[in-house]
């Protein structure tokens, strides 16, 4: 299935929580989904005979200075198809269901985007950072983050 | 009168401990840490802690230009850099819209399989190392340095190149060069059959990698394994073929599986093997591309302060470890807004807790080894 097809699919299903379909000019395609939405939307993706994303790919965070963002890559090894999905989010408290009960493998991207963005995903199986220190403060790939001026002494210069 | 040294039942107990493997661990491969609740002789769970490495690498390459980024790239997987930096430049040209000719395009094709026979052979010698056999390592050094003298030829680095450059490659293919590269694709094959005598056939390594640390199919995709791990599950799955990116569509080569010839399919033994069995299908695809070399440009021409149009790409490669891409996000700027780094260990690291329960803590160094991580581009 196109991406397209699979947009049509899911809106069919899950109407206003999935965003409208634009063909982007270059590069690809994503499908915006409500962040309520988004756990069932996976489910739905996952399970779903003909649909069947069993892999996914990665989970990026997104700064885009006014919103953060969530984006999955999927792809379904059966079928040979792919789709993006992004869920935006309120870049002061922003919270998402965790799918690393659906894909095991979100477990470390979820993790990392949380370290890296401060993204919270809600039902995470142990949400804590994994490529900084546990005390590291603030999350660098923020737009608006300053860097400390020293860790446990050893400055930064 | 009793012995004060004899055990006396009332006192005797036992106790599970946490214990520390890494980061500095010779079977830790770089500066991976684990951290294992054992019980006597036996792992009863672990977690890997990882970070160790890390280098800020997407914001870095928030600040600088997109020429910029590329040479990071090949710091990634370290042992792979001929693919990293292809991942790179493949993304920047599909969003770009840019060109590549296709000399460059087959000369990227022959130095990424040479690459993935490097990384392999690597893997073998220090795979074998892990559990105890010195030698194959000094076999598998033996022709790695062949490939090793061809890059430095055609790029100057031996670990690091810098060869695939956005819109092309760095330097041509001489005549003596490819004469070379034909003259380690007979020595390769001499060899192969000496690597298999040595350790593919070797009892005690069969024993010792053989049913151990078994992934199941399901398991390995759910865990988002890629590569020779998922491959060595059964799963018929290579991005080359998938979705292939720089003329790969035009190469025969087949996509070796996991058997269980020796123990159960997806076992440590399993993944070798698949490793093994891709060094002969990578040489017949650098000899499909010596055979059909077009003549031509090597480069296109493209603007040092390269601005993409504003949109996003994610352009997965097949690694020598699995699928390594990067997600990019332009904003109509001269730097990205955004990159995110697929690297295949990462994901394939990701696993070890699931994977490694109440095994022998020889066996946790067998199947760490067997999934074959560079921390580089766990940690980025």
Same mark, same amino acid.
């Given at each position: 299935?196109?991406?397209?097809?699979?947009?049509?699919?899911?809106?069919?299903?899950?109407?206003?929580?999935?965003?409208?379909?634009?063909?982007?000019?270059?590069?690809?395609?994503?499908?915006?989904?409500?962040?309520?939405?988004?756990?069932?939307?996976?489910?739905?993706?996952?399970?779903?005979?003909?649909?069947?994303?069993?892999?996914?790919?990665?989970?990026?965070?997104?700064?885009?200075?006014?919103?953060?963002?969530?984006?999955?890559?999927?792809?379904?090894?059966?079928?040979?198809?792919?789709?993006?999905?992004?869920?935006?989010?309120?870049?002061?408290?922003?919270?998402?269901?965790?799918?690393?009960?659906?894909?095991?493998?979100?477990?470390?991207?979820?993790?990392?985007?949380?370290?890296?963005?401060?993204?919270?995903?809600?039902?995470?199986?142990?949400?804590?950072?994994?490529?900084?220190?546990?005390?590291?403060?603030?999350?660098?790939?923020?737009?608006?983050?300053?860097?400390?001026?020293?860790?446990?002494?050893?400055?930064?210069? | 009168?009793?012995?004060?040294?004899?055990?006396?039942?009332?006192?005797?107990?036992?106790?599970?401990?946490?214990?520390?493997?890494?980061?500095?661990?010779?079977?830790?491969?770089?500066?991976?840490?684990?951290?294992?609740?054992?019980?006597?002789?036996?792992?009863?769970?672990?977690?890997?802690?990882?970070?160790?490495?890390?280098?800020?690498?997407?914001?870095?390459?928030?600040?600088?230009?997109?020429?910029?980024?590329?040479?990071?790239?090949? +710091?990634?997987? @370290?042992?792979?850099?001929?693919?990293? #930096?292809? $991942?790179?430049? /493949?993304?920047? =040209?599909?969003? &770009?819209? *840019?060109?590549?000719?296709?000399?460059?395009?087959?000369?990227?094709?022959?130095?990424?399989?040479?690459?993935?026979?490097?990384?392999?052979?690597?893997?073998?010698?220090?795979?074998?190392?892990?559990?105890?056999?010195?030698?194959?390592?000094?076999?598998?050094?033996?022709?790695?340095?062949?490939?090793?003298?061809?890059?430095?030829?055609?790029?100057?680095? +031996?670990?690091? @190149?810098?060869?695939?450059?956005?819109? #092309?490659? $760095?330097?041509? /293919?001489?005549? =003596?060069?490819? &004469?070379? *590269?034909?003259?380690?694709?007979?020595?390769?094959?001499?060899?192969?059959?000496?690597?298999?005598?040595?350790?593919?056939?070797?009892?005690?390594?069969?024993?010792?990698?053989?049913?151990?640390?078994?992934?199941?199919?399901?398991?390995?995709?759910?865990?988002?394994?890629?590569?020779?791990?998922?491959?060595?599950?059964?799963?018929?799955?290579?991005?080359? +073929?998938?979705?292939?990116?720089?003329?790969?569509?035009?190469?025969?080569?087949?996509?070796?599986?996991? =058997?269980?010839?020796?123990?159960?399919?997806?076992?440590?033994?399993?993944?070798?093997?698949?490793?093994?069995?891709?060094?002969?299908?990578?040489?017949?695809?650098?000899?499909?591309?010596?055979?059909?070399?077009?003549?031509?440009?090597?480069?296109?021409?493209?603007?040092?302060?390269?601005?993409?149009?504003?949109?996003?790409?994610?352009?997965?490669?097949?690694?020598?470890?699995?699928?390594?891409?990067?997600?990019?996000?332009?904003?109509?700027?001269?730097?990205?807004?955004?990159?995110?780094?697929?690297?295949?260990?990462?994901?394939?690291?990701?696993?070890?807790?699931?994977?490694?329960?109440?095994?022998?803590?020889?066996?946790?160094?067998?199947?760490?080894?067997?999934?074959?991580?560079?921390?580089?581009?766990?940690?980025?």
């Amino acid at each position: 299935m196109t991406p397209q097809e699979i947009h049509a699919r899911l809106t069919e299903r899950f109407g206003d929580a999935i965003g409208p379909w634009t063909e982007p000019e270059r590069g690809d395609p994503h499908i915006a989904v409500a962040p309520g939405s988004l756990h069932a939307v996976c489910a739905f993706l996952r399970d779903d005979p003909e649909l069947k994303f069993d892999y996914l790919q990665l989970i990026s965070g997104v700064d885009w200075t006014d919103r953060l963002s969530s984006v999955y890559h999927l792809m379904s090894l059966s079928h040979g198809h792919g789709v993006v999905l992004r869920v935006d989010l309120e870049r002061g408290n922003p919270r998402v269901a965790s799918v690393a009960d659906l894909w095991p493998t979100a477990d470390w991207h979820e993790r990392e985007a949380w370290d890296l963005l401060g993204i919270v995903y809600e039902g995470h199986p142990g949400l804590r950072r994994i490529l900084l220190p546990e005390d590291w403060e603030g999350h660098p790939l923020r737009k608006d983050y300053a860097a400390p001026a020293a860790y446990h002494g050893v400055t930064n210069a | 009168m009793t012995l004060l040294t004899a055990p006396r039942p009332d006192t005797l107990r036992t106790e599970e401990l946490l214990v520390n493997m890494g980061p500095q661990h010779p079977s830790t491969h770089g500066v991976l840490r684990l951290v294992v609740r054992t019980d006597g002789e036996i792992v009863r769970e672990a977690w890997p802690q990882i970070g160790f490495l890390h280098r800020c690498f997407e914001k870095v390459a928030e600040s600088v230009t997109y020429a910029q980024v590329t040479p990071y790239c090949d +710091r990634m997987d @370290y042992l792979a850099s001929m693919n990293n #930096g292809l $991942a790179w430049c /493949l993304a920047v =040209e599909r969003l &770009g819209g *840019i060109e590549v000719p296709e000399r460059a395009a087959y000369l990227r094709v022959m130095m990424a399989e040479l690459n993935r026979i490097a990384s392999h052979l690597l893997a073998f010698g220090t795979y074998a190392l892990d559990l105890g056999a010195f030698t194959p390592f000094l076999y598998g050094f033996r022709e790695r340095e062949l490939i090793l003298s061809i890059f430095e030829k055609i790029s100057g680095g +031996r670990l690091l @190149y810098h060869y695939p450059r956005l819109g #092309g490659v $760095a330097r041509d /293919l001489t005549p =003596e060069l490819a &004469g070379e *590269i034909r003259a380690f694709i007979a020595q390769m094959r001499r060899a192969w059959p000496e690597y298999n005598e040595l350790l593919s056939e070797n009892q005690i390594f069969i024993k010792r990698t053989a049913n151990v640390g078994v992934i199941p199919a399901a398991m390995a995709v759910a865990y988002g394994l890629t590569g020779p791990c998922l491959r060595g599950s059964g799963v018929k799955f290579d991005l080359r +073929r998938a979705k292939p990116y720089s003329l790969y569509e035009r190469f025969d080569f087949d996509i070796p599986v996991g =058997e269980g010839i020796k123990g159960e399919v997806g076992d440590c033994w399993d993944r070798y093997w698949v490793r093994m069995r891709e060094i002969i299908e990578s040489l017949r695809i650098i000899e499909q591309a010596l055979d059909g070399l077009p003549e031509g440009e090597i480069q296109t021409k493209v603007s040092r302060t390269l601005k993409l149009p504003a949109g996003e790409v994610y352009v997965p490669c097949e690694n020598p470890r699995g699928e390594s891409g990067y997600y990019l996000i332009s904003d109509g700027k001269t730097s990205p807004l955004r990159v995110k780094a697929r690297g295949p260990s990462f994901n394939n690291l990701s696993i070890t807790h699931a994977l490694v329960r109440d095994v022998l803590i020889a066996d946790v160094v067998a199947i760490v080894g067997s999934i074959d991580i560079v921390l580089g581009e766990v940690d980025r």
